[in-house]
């Protein structure tokens, strides 16, 4: 754009700001008078100039109070309202239980989970809304600094009147340092870089307070949001959901019935039509014959089909045991019962046997290959020897064995009054039903085994089968065991040997019902071979299931029993919630509020009605304000409906409605720089129509380029009237003239 000279010296209007004009003081009505300066003894230069006296025809900035209420509430109570719901989810929700007494202790043994309350509160609460809940805060933090130093500008502004008034030149910003200020005091982090960076600059001139005080202020907010947010972080980290059993105090009043006792009717063996339980093992009149009403019972439990009853196996002082118990069970009660229980254990007794594949003629003449019978030939003892292809010996006979045909696998049990294969028991034929306790008994069969078992030294190889045979040595007793069941597994327990009532009828069960303890035995012989890898382990793995299957035979004869006693307990997926975290994250959100809080109370205190004029245009606004509408008299009808406004109000845009006047416009002036103007939209289209001929108008200039910061050169002379520009031109800077707002 072509530059022209600036018309003839109006007379200016009055603004609200003093001009300085090459070196000299203007005053509002445009009399100018040099400045006096002192220079004293700490090289401080005291400006005499006093700001001249109010117009009471400008635009007064208001509404100080409402600003820094509303400061105060956007940043305090955000953070006060949030922290509270954060405490009232952790304590609302916070899983609380009676310390055990030593009757719990005594009872069901010392608590086995790891749950550190000390470290740590559990929430029964989501984890990942509890920590949403909790990172509101710290989202907050990032939006609030700008209402942190909104508060911290009314202090400030008072100290920069009383500084300007008092005169001393060094205790007064410079130009960049003004610049400084008012960046900090829009809260952004781009500001406080910039001010980071002025820090280091070698060659600049010391800060003054107001600068420190601004740049502190940020500072302070923006290390309370970091350090929020660190803590938040970390809150979220070691914040996590894991399971929490919550047990309440031992009942008074067990209420369910998982103990098992024996029918009363057991302990008499002479059959009784009217009675409603029968021992099994009881003689029936006429005859004699013998009675099996629970045999359906039996069937259940053994195949675990009974809603009644069960037979489980756990271990207590590495004993291996199977017990009696009901089939339904409540997961949230601990509790403390009584019962049967049995427990077996055997060992390899295959080579002791002298068990081996081998082959004889039934022919008095001689056999040929084809007619010798193969067999797999044991032989422990007088008392047990025999046939595990054919069955044949003396204790496999119609009135003395069990197997009464032949098996597949060679199965065979024979139960024995005492230890090392003496006095084997036969079917029952008459009305005594008596047995030691413990009780012996050898079991043997053929199966398919895994390659490890197979090379076992008490494995037995049947080479036509493809199969190894095993002889096993066993001894059972039978208890009466008071276990603690706790979390799902019995965790401890005593027990003791009882009578022989039990024993007895285990043996009969064994001797006489062989369909049902047979199948069951012969299962446990294949299934354990495909498991175990030593003969030792086929052993242990028998003897626990020859344990649940003899009980499985005796559950008819015992009834439930009231539990001795309960507890309940509730499994919970809960927060786990670190404490140090938690309390830190406190204290930081309350530091924050409090810190509003401080900066509000210092803001009422600094006369905000005095310096709510300056505080507000202590902004970007203001300076722009003042370049182009220093002489705005707030004249009109505002648009809002607000009373006191705020920096705003000195805009003429706000007091006039459907404004369409002033226009800012951006033009080159030649070099590379850019002339920010002031025009109205008229004077841009006579510009415009202009620029497409001759152009004649001669105008004041307001420019900037793009090196240098604005430095504004306001003629004493120029009228700010609709159809004529305002300009800032840096050409003033260069040569030495001087003029601000």
Known sequence: MKRHRAAPPPTPAQGNATILQ????????????????????????????????????????????????????????PMIVLTGIFIGLVYGYLVSEDPLTSNDEAI?????????????????????????????????????????????????????????????????????????????????????????????????????????????????????????????????VTTSTVPYDRLSPILAQPSASYSRILDPYCWNTTYDPASSGQCIGAINPPGNSINFPTASETARTLTNLSSVNAVLSCRLDEKPLAYITTAQRDPSLDFQASTYALGTTCKPSTRACNLQWDSYCTYAGGCIADMVTPAVTYNCGPNLHGDMLNNTGTPFNSSTGI?????????????????????????????EITISNPFYFATGAQIATTEALADDPEAAQVSDRQSSGFILSCTSTVYELTYNFVNGSVVNGTYTVTNGTLPANIRWTLTNVQAYSQNSLESAWISGAQQSNTS??????????????????????????????????????????????????????????????????????????????????????????????????????????????????????????????????????????????????????????????????????????????????????????????????????????????
């Not at 300066?37 to 001249?52: M, R």
């Not at 098996?407 to 003496?422: A, E, M, V």
Request: charge should be positive; charged fraction near 15%; hydrophobic fraction near 40%.
């Open 22 to 77: 090459n070196g000299q003081n203007a005053s509002p009505a445009g009399q100018t008078k040099p400045p006096s300066v002192t220079t004293g003894p700490a090289s401080q230069t005291a400006l005499e100039a006093k700001t001249p006296a109010a117009n009471p025809s400008l635009h007064r900035i208001t509404g100080a109070l409402g600003e820094i209420i509303w400061s105060l509430t956007c940043l305090s109570v």
């Open 108 to 236: 069901f043994g010392e608590r086995p989970e790891s749950y550190d309350q000390s470290v740590y509160y559990y929430i029964n609460y989501s984890a990942t809304r509890l920590i949403t809940v909790s990172s509101w805060t710290s989202t907050v933090t990032s939006f609030t600094s700008t209402f942190v130093m909104a508060l911290v500008s009314y202090p400030l502004a008072k100290s920069y009147l009383s500084k300007s008034e008092a005169g001393t030149a060094n205790e007064l910003p410079t130009t960049y340092q003004f610049r400084l200020i008012i960046g900090l005091l829009g809260g952004s982090l781009g500001s406080l870089w910039s001010w980071l960076d002025y820090s280091l600059w070698r060659k600049r001139t010391r800060q003054t307070k107001l600068l420190w005080v601004t740049a502190t202020a940020l500072l302070v907010s923006v290390f309370l949001s970091l350090a929020i947010l660190a803590v938040d972080t970390w809150l979220h």
């Open 536 to 741: 030792q382990e086929l052993a242990d793995f028998f003897a626990l299931r020859f344990s649940e299957t003899a009980l499985g035979m005796v559950v008819g004869m015992t009834e439930p029993a009231s539990n001795l006693a309960e507890r309940t307990r509730q499994h919970l997926l809960v927060a786990r919630l670190p404490k140090a975290p938690f309390f830190a994250l406190i204290v930081l959100n309350l530091l924050y509020a409090a810190l509003g809080v401080l900066l509000a109370v210092l803001a009422i205190a600094s006369q905000p009605r005095k310096t709510r004029d300056l505080q507000a245009r202590l902004s970007i606004a203001g300076l722009v304000a003042a370049l182009f509408e220093p002489h705005h008299t707030g004249a009109g009808t505002p648009h809002s409906k607000r009373s006191d406004s705020g920096i705003e109000g000195v805009f003429a845009e706000y007091h006039q409605r459907n404004h369409d006047g002033a226009r800012v416009v951006v033009v080159h002036a030649g070099d590379g720089s850019h002339v920010f103007e002031k025009t109205s939209s008229q004077r841009l289209t006579m510009s415009d129509k202009s620029s497409r001929g001759q152009h004649t108008s001669e105008e004041p200039v307001v420019s900037t380029t793009n090196s240098e910061p604005l430095q504004p050169q306001v003629s004493q002379h120029q009228k700010n009237q609709p159809g004529q520009s305002l300009r800032v031109n840096p050409r003033n800077h260069q040569s030495g003239r001087s003029s601000t707002y």
């Open 403 to 431: 197997s009464q045909s032949p098996s597949s696998t060679g199965f065979f049990l024979q139960l024995f009054g005492k230890d090392n294969f003496i006095d084997p028991v036969a079917r029952y034929g008459h009305n």
